[in-house]
């Protein structure tokens, strides 16, 4: 499924403004990160909006928000935002609102690297003049 290029047009320039912001195709469109951390989406044509835990009832009091539910479940504090309620400055208010909640987010400790695994002692070539077994 394709996802709404303008969308993501207009969502860069909301965001241009502000620093340390990446951009990740996934979930079959493009998310946009602060420090890493996800905190807006386009997938179609909905907007992804991570509100965070506190937030989540809240954001989906207002109109043309819905739970994100792309895994069947709903994953709380993300929503999706139907196009009217991203319209004029409800992007603005949306992308902002996010950016703020993941600034606040810890950032994920980073996994300890594997430990490296014994290698056994490499065998010695045999040559001519060496003993059979």
């Known amino acids: 499924m394709a996802y709404d290029e303008r969308l993501v047009e207009r969502l ?11 951009e990740k195709k996934m979930f079959g469109g493009v998310a946009f990160l602060l420090d890493g951390k996800m905190f807006l989406g386009v997938n179609a044509g909905d907007l992804m909006v991570r509100v965070g835990p506190a937030g989540y009832e809240r954001a ?13 479940r709903p994953l ?34 980073k996994p300890r ?14 040559t001519r003049n060496s003993p059979s077994r």
């Open 76 to 109: 709380t504090g993300y929503v999706y935002v139907a196009e009217p309620g991203y319209r004029g400055a409800g992007l603005a208010r949306w992308a902002n609102e996010a950016a703020d909640f993941v600034a606040t987010v810890p950032a994920a400790k």
């Open 12 to 22: 860069r320039e909301v965001l241009a403004t502000r620093d340390r912001i990446s």
């Open 113 to 126: 690297p594997p430990r490296p695994r014994a290698r056994p002692p490499r065998r010695q070539p045999r």
């Open 60 to 72: 989906l009091a207002r109109p043309h928000a819905r739970p994100m539910d792309f895994t069947g």
